[in-house]
T-cell receptor, first 112, second 108 residues
């Protein structure tokens, strides 16, 4: 299995909702990443987990809460989002030395 | 100024043409990646380079560490190559720094 699987592919949520994005990989990668991508812009790094510990938080608002329950799974919990948070959320994983960097296909989030 | 610059920003080519996309960076790096993103979002990692040249099918990627420059070439371009091509560099830790992308359209 050489894929990073993200679910759901599309999500529409209200500003008072709580939802979660899920990312899964079974390649034995020990680094996992969340990115946010707005239209026609490059991805922006949000969080990095290394060996299931949060190693980088790029000053992301607390309404985004990452979680890494095990080495194969990465969640992004969403609460009280704003319409400007609508974007494509991409997950990626890599080996510890950055080799094999693999992106998921993303979750397209719309906040209404 | 972005640490990673790509050119051109947009490129239209006829099917069969040879295509070159350029990437220049201004910082020390440990590796450079070329990524492909199709409409709809999914990103595919095409190459990871730290020196020299790599080839995969019709795609060739080169890097010149001294000049801080990399190129992605597509030979015999095809409409299915239409996508955004993104250059990304790794500095320290587990961070990428992305270029702004090159939007390629190959016309039949």
């Amino acid at each position: 299995d050489t894929e990073v699987t993200q679910t759901p592919k599309h999500l529409v949520m209200g500003m008072t909702n709580k939802k979660s994005l899920k990312c899964e990989q079974h390649m034995g990668h020990r680094a996992m990443y969340w990115y946010k991508q707005k239209a026609k812009k490059p991805p922006e790094l949000m969080f990095v987990y290394s060996y299931e510990k949060l190693s980088i938080n790029e000053s992301v608002p607390s309404r985004f809460s990452p979680e890494c329950p095990n080495s194969s799974l990465l969640n992004l919990h969403l609460h009280a989002l704003q319409p400007e948070d609508s974007a494509l959320y991409l997950c990626a994983s890599s080996e510890d030395n950055f080799y094999g960097y693999t992106f998921g296909s993303g979750t397209r989030l719309t906040v209404v | 100024k972005n640490e990673v610059e790509q050119s051109p920003q947009n490129l239209t080519a006829q099917e069969g043409e040879f295509i070159t996309i350029n990437c220049s960076y201004s910082v020390g790096i440990s590796a450079l990646h070329w990524l492909q993103q199709h409409p709809g979002g999914g990103i595919v990692s095409l190459f990871m380079l730290s020196s020299g040249k790599k080839k995969h099918g019709r795609l060739i990627a080169t890097i010149n560490i001294q000049e801080k420059h990399s190129s992605l070439h597509i030979t015999a371009s095809h409409p299915r190559d239409s996508a955004v091509y993104i250059c990304a560099v790794r500095r320290t830790g587990n961070q990428f720094y992305f270029g702004t992308g090159t939007s390629l359209t190959v016309i039949p």
